[in-house]
Nanobody
Framework: QVQLVESGGGLVQAGGSLRLSCAAS????????MGWFRQAPGKEREFVAA????????DYADSGKGRFTISRDNAKNTVYLQMNSLKPEDTAVYYC??????????????????WGQGTQVTVSS
């Protein structure tokens, strides 16, 4: 069982940047593909970004392409989401997620088993 704890959320003005972190414990982080999701008030949770076990493959929702970068440090059991040029519509609770996988090279958009508690990101206009 993998436990995930997000950090780095906060209040930022439009055009600003934030870097979210997600620290994993209790399992083998390097066996997990990782992802970031978000949920805005009154909306369903949506996919933001994903990264493969080895970090070699990434995938992004259209909303974040060119602005968000997902990365991981397997030595630190941590996955990151660098968010630049933030917009008010990026306001949401951001969740880190993990899934144990066999293959090393696929970034998954769904099928996650482990979830963090979320961190609030608020972008003011």
């Amino acid at each position: 069982q993998v436990q995930l704890v997000e950090s780095g959320g906060g209040l930022v003005q439009a055009g600003g940047s934030l870097r979210l972190s997600c620290a994993a414990s209790g399992g083998t982080f390097s066996n997990c593909a990782m992802g970031w999701f978000r949920q805005a008030p009154g909306k369903e949770r949506e996919f933001v970004a994903a990264i493969s076990r080895n970090g070699g493959s990434t995938d992004y929702a259209d909303s974040g392409k060119g602005r968000f970068t997902i990365s991981r440090d397997n030595a630190k059991n941590t996955v990151y989401l660098q968010m630049n040029s933030l917009k008010p519509e990026d306001t949401a609770v951001y969740y880190c997620a993990g899934r144990a996988v066999i293959g090393s090279y696929i970034a998954w958009r769904s099928g996650y088993d482990y979830w963090g508690q979320g961190t609030q990101v608020t972008v003011s206009s």
